[in-house]
């Protein structure tokens, strides 16, 4: 079967075309490859740097943690420190409580009554509701009416 | 504004207008991802961190990436998910795209040109280089993508800052047809070629998208080394006004310089014109999918 010279010319252009097509293709594979290869090594240096990123964030978290830990040990023992000062401070409270307002005193003895009715000596009684300690003397003027002999003649010394 | 009081702004005069206006604004994502792209060695985090400057880019870029142009089978929320799903060259297309994008905005249409137009041409051209590169000669060509959308840099600058000369010129075309470049020096005393290869020289873009950008209409003018990349640009920025996507009434140079450049890069005509029904197919889909200005 003969072909004619146009038949001929079409076929070859035809065949032209196919080819650079074929080629046009063989490029735009090569390159889309090319392409997929890449991404896949940047989805690998994203991912590697998420797992580097998480490592650091976990050391970074645990620091944290430790430190928190400590805190609210020292949080607890200040806790506790304050709880005493508050009971010791309640005590002392209460004590002053104790001494403060009226205090019903014998005029003559100056022995004090407490809640219950009884009557007991001044410095038991201070003694016994707050820190104060007692040390006895003796004043002058008591000097002079219980032991009048004794003062005259300590007057007599002094003047001397 | 005091340029349109005053028709002969000099082209330095112009340049500095530009580092005070709202076109400086795209300089430094733009200068970013031009150093990333002709960078072969770039990562990843260095595409992150020039996004991360631009908060809403982000929300610009995940739009995209997640329209049915890309047609992804997941759901991208973060820009890394973005990378990995339509991958790093074409992130950065995105990008470039979308920080260009802005300066096409507004403007009113004036005797067949409007800046939707000349982005419409722009993306184009940029689509076509890039295919030509990877069809033919098997690379990646986004060198030569951001080449053919930033080719016109100068006529935005011009239709921004020159506004009034610029229409005026823009009608005269229509009634006298000529070349831009020619109309350009007569009215301004320089052409859009020019603007932009200063604009590029000040923002420090590569070598060779300078030369892209100052040369496209005259490749032989280029260092020899860009001159092939040049001519790429050439054919591409005439094929797309040849079919209809142009933004200016103006007869096109003549043909056989369009021939020589062709058989310069070693092409076929039946090759580019395989490659020019792909990038109309895309162009369609772009325009129809309403994506043409973001």
Sequence with gaps: MS?????????????????????????????????????????????????????????????????????????????????????????????????????????????????????????????????????????????????????????????? | MDTEKNPNVSLSRLLELVETSTLSSIKGTVGGILSLISDPAARSSDLIRLIELDPPLTAKILRVANSSYYATSK??????????????????????????????RGGTPACGYSRLQLWRHSLGVALLAKTIYRREFGEKGNNAYAAGLMHDIGVIVEDQLLHREFIHLVRILEDTPQQLTDGEISCFGYDHGLVGKGLAENWNFPAELIDGIGFHHNPEGAREEHRLFVKAIFIADYLMFEQGYGYVAIPLPDREILQQYVRDLGLQWYALRAIIEIVREDLGKIEQKGYLIA
């Design chain 1, 3 to 160: 072909c004619s010279e146009a038949d001929l010319q079409q076929r070859i252009q035809r065949i032209q075309e196919l080819e650079t097509e074929v080629r046009h293709l063989g490029n735009e594979l090569r390159l889309t490859r090319e392409e997929y290869e890449d991404a896949t090594s940047k989805y690998l240096d994203i991912y590697c740097n998420l797992e580097k990123k998480i490592g650091e964030r976990t050391r970074e978290l645990d620091a944290v943690n430790g430190k928190l830990v400590q805190e609210i040990e020292e949080r607890k023992r200040t806790e506790a420190e304050k709880e005493q000062l508050i009971i010791h401070l309640q005590k002392a409270m209460q004590e002053v409580k104790v001494l403060s307002g009226f205090l019903p005193i014998c005029a003559s003895c100056k022995k004090i009554r407490d809640d219950s009715g009884y009557w007991s000596q001044i410095e038991e009684y201070i003694s016994k509701h707050s820190s104060a300690l007692f040390s006895h003397g003796i004043c002058p003027d008591c000097v002079k009416k219980l032991y009048p002999d004794f003062h005259e003649e300590m007057q007599r010394r002094t003047k001397k």
């Design chain 2, 75 to 104: 759901t991208i929320s973060d820009i890394q998910q973005a990378l990995i799903w339509i991958g790093f060259d074409t992130l950065k297309e995105i990008i470039l795209t979308q920080k260009m994008s802005e300066l096409y």
